[in-house]
C-alpha cells in the first residue's frame, strides 16, 4: 500500500505540472486529501506492522501522519482560496509543490532507517523551496536561496553524524543501520563516536525543527512565504525535524553516559531557543515573523522537555501536537488580516476587531492557546515540563525558562493586542480591503477547539499512544 500511494503521489504531481488547467489541479488536490486521509487510515489499522522493509507504522509516525492529514486538510482549504486570483502556472506549481512536499514528509515520518530517512528531509527541502519562492518576490528569492543552502548545509551535517553512527555499527559487523539494530549496538559502543554524532544530527536537523542553532532558515522562510505555506512548515516540517532527532535521541540513549550528555545538550539548546526567541519578538514589528520566533520559542520548550526525561517525555510530544494546531489556525489567520490590511507590518495593523470580529474571535483564542494560558492544553504540557525540572531538581534551567517564556508572552500581549483594539501607528493602505467570509475562519476555530479540548480531556488511545512513543526511551 505504500509503494501505490508514493506512485499515485507521483503521477499526481505530475499530471498538475503538465495539464495546464485550473480546475483539474483543484480537483487532483482534493483527491491527494483524500488519499492522504485514507492512507492515514490504513496506517491505523497496520499498526506496528512494516512495509517495503525501510518503513514502519509506529507509535511516533502515526501520530504525526495523523497531525499531517488534518493540517493539509486545512491547508489545502486555505490554500484554494489563497490562488483564486493566481496565474494557472503558479497555481499548478504550488498545487505540485504541495503534493509532493506531503508524501516526502509521510516518507521521513514513517522510514525506521537513518538513511532513508535523510532521503525524504533532503527531498521537503526541494518541495517546500517551491512554496516559498511563490510570490516571486525579491524578498522570497533570498528566503528560497537561503532556505535551500543552509538546509542543505544542515543535511550534509547530519549526513556526517550518519558516518559516525554507521561507522560504529558496521565495526560490529553488522550492515544494516535501522534504528533497531543500532539501539542494540551503541551500549556497548565508544561513547565520544556517539556524541560527535548526536551534535551533528541536531544541528543538521534543527533546520527543520527550528530549533537554535539553525533556526534562522526557519525565521526567514515563513516571513516571506504565503502564510498558510507558514503555517505548514511551522507545524508538520518542524515535526519531522523533531521526529529526526528523536529516533537517533533513542537509539544513543541505549549508553547511559551519552543518554546524560544528551540532556544536557538539548535543556541548553532549549534554553538558548528561548533567548533567542524572547530578544526578538521584543523588537519584532512584522506579524508573521513573530510567529515564526514563536514557533523557536516552543521547539525550545520540546527539547527541554526532552533533555529532563520522566514525565518530560510526555510533555514533549504532548506539546508538539498541541502546537502543531495552535501554530497552524495562528498563520492562517494572520494570512486573514493581510486581506485587510495589505500588510504584515504591525505598524500598519489595527482594530481588527472592528473589521472583522470572527477573525479576531479567532486570533485572540489562538494567542490563549499559543501563550498555555488554560483552557489552553498547552498549560498542561508546558506544566508537566515544569514539574519534571522542579522534581529532578534543575533550577539553573527552570528559572530562566520562566523567565523569557514571562518575556516572550509579554511580547505576543503586546503585539496581538495592538493589532486587535489599537489604532494604527502609520497610515493604511489606500487599497480596498479584501473582504473575508466569517465561514474562512472555521477551521482555525476547529483547530483551537482541539487544543483547548486537550486541556480537559485527553482521549485514552491519544494517552496510550503517546506512552507507546515514548515506552522505547530507555529508564
Known amino acids: 500500500m505504500l509503494l501505490i500511494y508514493f506512485i499515485i503521489t507521483i503521477i499526481l504531481a505530475v499530471a498538475v505540472v503538465f495539464v495546464n488547467n485550473r480546475t483539474f489541479s483543484k480537483m487532483t488536490m482534493l483527491l491527494f486529501v483524500a488519499i492522504q486521509i485514507a492512507f492515514n487510515v490504513f496506517a491505523l489499522q497496520h499498526y506496528n506492522s512494516i512495509e517495503l522493509t525501510y518503513f514502519t507504522f509506529d507509535a511516533p509516525a502515526i501520530i504525526f501522519l495523523t497531525i499531517l492529514s488534518i493540517i493539509l486538510t486545512t491547508t489545502t482549504y486555505h490554500s484554494l482560496i489563497y490562488l483564486r486570483r493566481e496565474y494557472k502556472r503558479r497555481f499548478n506549481s504550488y498545487i505540485a509543490a504541495l503534493i509532493v512536499l506531503s508524501a516526502s514528509i509521510t516518507g521521513a515520518y514513517l522510514s525506521n532507517s537513518l538513511t532513508v530517512n535523510w532521503i525524504f528531509v533532503e527531498a521537503t527541502t526541494l518541495a517546500v523551496a517551491v512554496l516559498i519562492y511563490h510570490e516571486r518576490t525579491q524578498q522570497a528569492l533570498e528566503a528560497t536561496w537561503k532556505y535551500v543552502f543552509l538546509c542543505s548545509v544542515g543535511i550534509a551535517m547530519a549526513y556526517m553524524g550518519i558516518l559516525f553512527l554507521s561507522s560504529t555499527v558496521h565495526a560490529t559487523g553488522t550492515s544494516r543501520i535501522t534504528y533497531q539494530s543500532m539501539a542494540e549496538i551503541v551500549a556497548h559502543a565508544n561513547p565520544v563516536y556517539l556524541k560527535i554524532t548526536f551534535i551533528f544530527i541536531l544541528i543538521g536537523y534543527s533546520t527543520k525543527m527550528e530549533l537554535f542553532p539553525m533556526h534562522t532558515v526557519g525565521i526567514d522562510a515563513n516571513s516571506v512565504a504565503p502564510a498558510q505555506v507558514g503555517g505548514f512548515i511551522s ?43 524572547a530578544g526578538y519578538m521584543l523588537k519584532s514589528t512584522h506579524n508573521k515573523r513573530m510567529l515564526a520566533y514563536s514557533t523557536l520559542e516552543n521547539v525550545g520548550i520540546i527539547a527541554i522537555s526532552l533533555g529532563v526525561g520522566g514525565i518530560g517525555y510526555y510533555a514533549a510530544f504532548l506539546h508538539i501536537i498541541l502546537h502543531s494546531f495552535t501554530k497552524a489556525g495562528l498563520f492562517y489567520q494572520v494570512g486573514q488580516s493581510k486581506r485587510y490590511f495589505h500588510s504584515y507590518e504591525l505598524n500598519k495593523t489595527g482594530n481588527y476587531f472592528k473589521l472583522f470580529p470572527a477573525g479576531a474571535i479567532a486570533l485572540l483564542l489562538g494567542l490563549i492557546c499559543i501563550t498555555a494560558i488554560p483552557p489552553s492544553g498547552m498549560f498542561i504540557s508546558e506544566f508537566m515540563t515544569f514539574k519534571a525540572l522542579i522534581s529532578s531538581g534543575n533550577w539553573i534551567v527552570f528559572i530562566p525558562m520562566v523567565l523569557l517564556l514571562t518575556f516572550v508572552m509579554y511580547a505576543l500581549f503586546v503585539r496581538i493586542f495592538h493589532l486587535l483594539f489599537s489604532e494604527p501607528l502609520e497610515p493604511i493602505s489606500l487599497i480596498e480591503p479584501v473582504k473575508v467570509n466569517p465561514v474562512e475562519t472555521i477551521s482555525q476555530y476547529m483547530l483551537f477547539a482541539i487544543v483547548i479540548y486537550l486541556c480537559f480531556i485527553r482521549p485514552p488511545f491519544l494517552n496510550d499512544i503517546i506512552n507507546q512513543a515514548i515506552a522505547v526511551i530507555p529508564k
Do not use: C, K, Q
Open 235 to 277: 507545524s508538520v516540517m518542524v515535526n519531522v525535524g523533531f521526529l529526526s532527532i528523536f529516533r537517533v535521541y533513542i537509539v544513543l540513549a541505549n549508553n547511559a553516559e551519552v543518554l546524560l550528555w544528551m540532556s544536557h545538550v538539548l535543556m541548553l539548546t532549549g534554553v538558548l531557543s528561548l533567548l533567542v526567541a
